[in-house]
């Protein structure tokens, strides 16, 4: 049986984004280890001494490396002192990653690719979109008489403004524009909510469903004619080449692509969600020493409203 087949079986209530996940850092972690792919039918490649190794690694690789070799055990159906081992130190590599967050310390990699605003580049980078390219055509072009690139440039504009404000995941490209299958958009009380109900902690935390901030909502009235007058295939997202819908792959893609053309950084959605956690603890330490200084006291998390 190939290792995929087992590995999807030992997982079946996974996600499909994360069986991709932990497919591709299984192979990373085997090439690591010397091999071109995790072979179908042998655990002696994962030894103590490779583990030993992989314990070595910055604290992200760390911890993204601990989880692979131990779902890939999970999927051989290993069991005994070595599947310990390896879970074992996905624990220890989970609280060293919350460590070196709780000290808000970077990683080499966030430190490169940093914003000098933090978060906040986000708006900036959207405000930027909107003026030099997405304000003319919404002024000028009708939904109806729109480009293929004309839309691109419109949802380009949107998918920024909508991480400038809610640091999803990569969900969004998932995202039908009427409210059916599992993720999808509708309409309230005059405000659009986004509901998500496959992710990849559904299990745990269950489907998110929550109304998009004021500029978002506002944004995605402008923007929805366009994808309706343009596509049929019933998403939000749309690739240029094709005016198929958009995967999860080439939206990301195209926010890091876009981010490091603007910005000169380029961010995926993780670091993106890094950059709003960030953001949040400060906001919360300035209220906390805020009330501190007014006699008040602490902020409990209860308190804290994020964007």
């Not at 039908?176 to 902690?201: F, S, V």
């Not at 995967?247 to 950084?265: F, S």
Request: charged content about 25%.
């Amino acid at each position: 049986m190939k290792f995929e087949t087992k590995l999807r079986r030992q997982c079946e209530r996974c996600t499909e984004s994360s069986i991709k996940t932990y497919i591709a850092n299984i192979k990373a972690l085997a090439k690591l280890a010397g091999l071109e792919g995790p072979p179908d039918n042998d655990d002696s490649w994962l030894t103590e001494a490779f583990l030993a190794q992989i314990k070595q690694e910055p604290g992200t690789r760390y911890k993204r490396f601990a989880i692979a070799g131990r779902k890939a055990l999970a999927a051989y159906g290993t069991k005994g002192a070595k599947l310990t081992q390896w879970a074992e130190a996905v624990v220890d590599a989970t609280l060293q990653y919350e460590e070196i967050r709780n000290q808000q310390k970077r990683s080499a990699r966030e430190v490169a690719n940093w914003p000098e605003d933090g978060y906040a580049s986000m708006q900036r980078l959207a405000r930027k979109l909107y003026d030099e390219q997405a304000q003319h055509i919404y002024e000028t072009v009708q939904p109806d008489y729109s480009t293929a690139t004309e839309l691109y440039m419109l949802q380009r504009h949107f998918v920024i403004l909508f991480y400038a404000w809610h640091a999803l995941r990569g969900d969004l490209a998932e995202a039908r524009i009427l409210p059916k299958g599992q993720n999808y958009i509708y309409e309230k009380d005059g405000r659009w909510n986004i509901h998500i109900g496959t992710h990849k902690t559904v299990k745990s935390h269950g489907a998110i469903d929550f109304a998009l901030a004021e500029p978002v909502s506002e944004g995605l009235d402008r923007f929805l004619p366009y994808v309706r007058a343009r596509t049929s295939h019933g998403f939000l997202l749309t690739t240029l080449r094709t005016q198929n819908r958009m995967n999860r792959r080439d939206m990301l893609k195209m926010i890091r692509n876009t981010t490091e053309e603007h910005l000169g950084k380029r961010l995926g959605v993780q670091m993106i969600r890094v950059l709003r956690v960030t953001e949040a603890a400060e906001e919360v330490n300035q209220t906390t020493e805020l009330r501190a200084q007014m006699g008040h006291g602490p902020l409990t998390q209860f308190q804290y409203v994020s964007k």
